[in-house]
């Protein structure tokens, strides 16, 4: 071992005093044909920290694509049919014996890790970032040179960071104590759980009593961070369920809260907004140049909300306007209808599941932790739920068509004698509940599967969070969702995802047998 570190600092100094050389065939040769899989990764390391130009690059980028074949002593690199020389580039020809170069799982490995040690000199800070992590997760000492020349070189602070964690996790098999204990500490102020691994794998070798300690230190360290990014995931975890249930149950606080109708239907209008919106992504891909394509989900939410509201009302004139008063009845009229609806669906666009795609600016996610990364499109919708009930309380508690719902719900004849056209404002109601049905759908489109089923996931937890909150409670409504949200994120992680699912159902039994109004109750004439 201390020759190889004496060796590695050899080749340090050298590649410091003096130019990069180029590939050489026999190097090549040596990589593509050495005498097994370990002599082969010797050879590629020694060529990425003595020839780390555009040949070498090029050369390993043909390897892990399995277009390297051998003849002898020649090596070739297939392009199509044709052959090149991997040190010149220029086509050869190939022999009929030449053998395809057969790389294991081993030697995959050790071309992944070279190819982003190549990386290191990219002008791009990106790039440079994404492969020193790939070396920490891969440590070798073949490649601590190149780690040595990125890290004099580095400007950006977060690479040079990297960087120093990428070497420390190579001198953790270093032959100095003091070297493998400032490595683990280096590796325990990340708080990375590719860094735990790595201490954890030393810690079972290690036999120096004072690195152990190190060691055991600088993971503790770690869980410490990781406990605390655990938390900030079950949290955001149960605020984005908690925002999900309350797109799908804004819709039934309308029409089930305001108006009393049991709507057994509500799921699909939810179902119909997201595939209103998957017929927009359509028109986007056929008829509109690829750039506008990442407009597509801006343009399918009015026409989600569009067509759920149409459904709703012809819905509401076609059928529960003959129903007002008979709950029992209008449950099952509702149910049948959503059954013609999934079927309607099926005979339109299939039985499978459609696929959406997330638009450019919803991809990836905000990392704020190693273990803590924040999906973009959660907090899209967690954002798009907060506008939609912002919406929804200026319109009942700021439009006229608000004035005229809150005045039917509470007494329906004297509005009746007032003017207000009753029938009509029920058909209005109930497409605003089913418009912002539509507009869930829209939503729930993008983290999820969207098929024929889609509603009959969400309608009986919609219904749980309208009777939670209270009746016609809109503020009850927001509390109910993202209690019962965060309760069962909260609780998933104690007891798992069925049981979790179970002790919240039996909270709610329990909650209403308690108190039958809800969260929010309602007083005085109201009531």
């Known amino acids: 071992m201390i020759r190889k570190l004496a060796l590695l600092l050899g080749c340090c100094v050298a590649l410091a005093a003096s130019p990069a050389q ?96 190549l990386h290191l000199a990219n002008p791009e800070e990106a790039t440079r970032l994404a492969a020193a992590r790939a070396l920490m997760s891969e440590p070798d000492e073949g490649r601590l040179p190149l780690i040595e020349q990125a890290l004099a070189k580095e400007g950006s602070a977060t690479v040079k960071t990297a960087l120093e964690r990428a070497r420390a996790a190579t001198l953790l098999a270093s032959d100095d104590p003091a070297h493998r204990i400032a490595a683990a500490e280096t590796l325990g102020a990340s708080r990375s759980p590719d860094a735990k691994l790595l201490l954890n794998q030393r810690l079972g070798e290690e036999g120096d009593a004072q690195v152990k300690a190190a060691l055991t230190a600088a ?132 039985a499978q599941n459609v696929g959406l795609e997330n638009p450019a600016w919803m991809s990836g996610g905000l990392q704020l932790l190693p273990n803590v990364t924040l999906p973009w499109n959660r907090i899209v919708i967690v954002g798009f739920a907060a506008a939609v009930v912002a919406g929804v309380a200026w319109a009942v508690a700021r439009t006229r068509l608000g004035l005229f719902v809150r005045g039917v719900t509470q007494n329906r004849p004297i509005a009746a004698c007032m003017g207000v056209n009753t029938a009509r404002v029920d058909t209005y109601a109930f497409a605003l509940g089913s418009g912002i049905a539509g507009l869930a759908g829209c939503a729930l489109s993008q983290i999820g599967n969207v098929g024929p089923d889609l509603g009959q996931s969400y309608i009986v937890d919609s219904f749980m969070v309208v009777v939670l909150g209270g009746v016609g409670q809109l503020a009850g409504t927001v509390v109910a969702a993202l209690g019962l949200g965060l309760l069962n994120k909260l609780l998933e992680g104690w007891t798992g995802a069925v049981l979790a699912k179970i002790a919240v159902l039996v909270f709610i039994i329990v909650f209403i047998q308690k108190r039958p109004q809800g969260i929010f109750a309602l007083k005085g004439r109201e009531a």
């Open 22 to 117: 180029a590939l050489t065939a026999e190097q090549a040769h040596a990589i593509a044909a050495g005498d097994g899989s370990e002599a082969r990764i010797a050879a590629l390391n020694a060529a990425v920290a003595a020839s780390p130009d555009e040949r070498t690059a090029a050369f390993i980028e043909a390897l892990r694509n399995d277009a390297v074949k051998v003849a002898g002593t020649q090596v070739f690199v297939m392009d199509g049919e044709q052959g090149q020389d991997p040190v010149t580039g220029a086509a050869v020809t190939v022999p009929a014996d030449a053998e395809d170069v057969v790389n294991n799982n081993l030697m995959r490995s050790a071309l992944d890790a070279a190819r982003a040690a």
């Open 219 to 350: 993971i503790a360290h770690i869980d410490a961070g990781l406990a605390w990014g655990d938390r900030i995931n079950a949290l955001f975890s149960g605020i984005s369920l908690g925002s999900v249930l309350l797109l799908a149950a804004l819709g039934l606080a309308i029409t089930y809260g305001l108006m009393g109708v049991i709507n057994m239907a509500h799921g699909e209008l939810i179902m119909i907004g997201a595939y209103a919106t998957y017929v927009v992504q359509g028109l986007f891909q056929r008829h509109l140049p690829e750039s506008a394509f990442d407009w597509y989900l801006v343009a399918a939410v009015p026409v989600a909300f569009l067509a759920s509201a149409l459904v709703g009302a012809v819905l509401e004139r076609g059928v529960i306007r003959f129903l007002y008063g008979r709950p029992l009845e209008t449950l099952l009229a509702t149910f049948g209808i959503s059954l013609i609806l999934q079927q309607l669906v099926r005979s339109l666009f299939g």
